[in-house]
């Protein structure tokens, strides 16, 4: 049922000729927002608008950007009806077909057995989504109401710090690259998947320590609100830190998986889908790679 919800949702945006609710641009905020912001606002074209957004350097940039990419973007679905002509059959059939491959939950109602959070080893991947519209309900990370099909969120589970409790290693825009306690991913109301590698634990543990060390676990590290950067060291956003880690044990776990290349076309054209899904390592891009086993994903009792 719920993945029913979900493709219906997604897909049948597809094609709404709604004007969405957005607010006004604020033109005092103006002043803030970037170069590059500010002159794809001034080009009122779609796929400039679009291409900054999901380059935006800044929350100004954000909310600068955000208003004028949805009227354009209802504005072109309005006189096109459907986005691309340029789509292909195969893109609707690899979208149709995303949701089942990122969980292998066909109908999203797996629950998650507790006690797998006890058998959780470091340097394993956690991925989530907030209840069952995900971000097209609650904006819960910058953008994802834009990028995230499953999952909003990622991050990587640590282990006991000091004897203390349980801990996963993420970057979130509330105070960047920061350990945070395991209950946060084990709150009701979560779907999360966990996925992990067949690495030796003991250098798991080793290049684990290199990448505290270098970006820091105490807002050392700010967060990155530039999506399609996901080369930059200076800021790092959730899967963007995942990718970095596994790139240090001899992994690339962004997967760039055409089906999720698909869903982006089929949201926002060809140029723009495939410059995020070349530039970015979305949540989703990490859920679908094939470097990593998925050890289970479902519900949060």
Known sequence: MWYRIIIATILLG???????????????????????????LASHDYE????????????????ALTPEFE????????????????????????ASELAQKITNDQKLSNKMNMDTYLRLKK?????????????????????????????????????KRNQKYNEVYESTSEGGVQFKNINTW??????????????DVYRIAAVFEQLINK???????PYNYNLANKYTDKALYCSQLVWKFYLMLGIDVDSNDPMYAAWLRLMYGTTVGNYVSANAVAPDEVGLTSKLFRVAAGWNN
């Open 123 to 159: 340097g394993d991947v956690l991925l989530r989504r907030t209840g069952v519209l995900g971000c097209k309900l609650w904006v819960v990370v910058p953008l994802c109401q834009f990028w995230a099909f499953m999952y909003e969120h990622s991050g990587i589970y640590y282990g």
């Open 14 to 40: 597809l094609l709404s000729t709604v004007t969405p609710s957005y607010a006004a641009p604020n033109d005092e905020s103006d002043d803030d927002i970037s170069p590059a912001a500010a002159k794809a």
């Open 186 to 199: 084990s709150r009701t109301n979560l779907y999360v998947g966990i996925h992990r590698s067949a690495i």
């Open 215 to 221: 970006y820091g676990y105490k807002g050392q590290t």
């Open 71 to 94: 009227r354009l973007q209802a504005k072109k679905n309005l006189a096109t009806r459907t986005f691309n002509s340029q789509i292909t059959i195969s893109d609707w059939i690899y």
């Open 48 to 63: 400039q608008v679009a291409l900054a957004l999901f380059s935006a350097q800044t929350p100004a940039d954000i909310a």
